[in-house]
């Protein structure tokens, strides 16, 4: 299994200002994925991150308020721009392993004031 | 477009007890189904893939069951503990792709 860690772990932060989301791979990996979770609701994509190309972004996400980098095959970062308190969220990062299993980072709680 | 649904919302049980988490897709056309594990605040922890060609899938305490053609999957976990409370989520990736659609979450409590 593929281990996974996000940094920050959680954070508060006022509105108007972005924040940067990283997800480090113990393991070379094509794909990863960026999910929120809202209060009380389950997970929903955000975008998909291939290394070398842009991310795909799931329909009511663009890359304006979520830029995402992929520099190499151990590595992204999530961008929450400009944020309001709906931005509020655990925003977790994904890898596909052997079999399809895919393997989740332990999540960055935000709040957003 | 593929939909999950898990019943039911919430559940409470006393310690010991042996119980069934259900899983409902519309779409039979997939290759496998995740059981997550996510404690409150927390990521997702895996805890069992069945591929479409199985039928079951166990590890330890627990048992995922999977029939494609009625579009269904449950986890039995047997003699409950109170550190499995948790939310259970499952999963099922679009077909040609990883992208996961998520179930809406079974919340467990195991009353000590």
């Known amino acids: 299994s593929a281990v996974i860690s996000q940094k920050p772990s959680r954070d508060i932060c006022q509105r108007g200002t972005s924040l940067t989301i990283q997800c480090q791979v113990d393991?070379?990996?094509?794909?990863m994925f960026w999910y929120r979770q809202q209060p009380g609701q389950s997970l929903t994509l955000i975008a998909t991150?291939?290394?070398?190309?842009?991310?795909?972004?799931e329909s009511g996400f663009v890359i304006d308020k979520f830029p995402i980098s992929r520099p190499n095959l151990t590595f992204s970062t999530l961008t929450v721009s400009n944020m309001s308190p709906e931005d509020s969220s655990i925003y977790l990062c994904?890898?596909?392993?052997?079999?399809?299993?895919?393997?989740f980072g332990p999540g960055t709680r935000l709040t957003v004031l | 477009k593929q939909e999950v649904t898990q019943i039911p919302a919430a559940l409470s049980v006393p310690e010991g007890e042996n119980l069934v988490l259900n899983c409902s897709f519309t779409d039979s056309a997939i290759y496998n189904l995740q059981w997550f594990r996510q404690d409150p605040g927390k990521g997702l922890t895996s805890l069992l893939l069945?591929?479409?060609?199985?039928r079951e899938q166990t590890s330890g305490r627990l048992n995922a069951s999977l029939d494609k053609s009625s579009g269904r999957s449950t986890l039995y976990i047997a003699a409950s503990q109170p550190g499995d409370s948790a939310t259970y989520l499952c999963?099922?990736?679009?077909?040609?792709?990883?992208?996961?659609?998520f179930g809406t979450g079974t919340r467990l409590t195991i009353i000590p």
């Open positions: 991150a291939n290394q070398g190309s842009e991310a795909t972004y």
């Open positions: 069945i591929q479409s060609s199985q």
């Open positions: 999963a099922v990736p679009n077909f040609g792709n990883e992208k996961l659609t």
């Open positions: 994904s890898v596909g392993g052997r079999l399809n299993e895919q393997f």
């Open positions: 393991s070379q990996v094509t794909m």
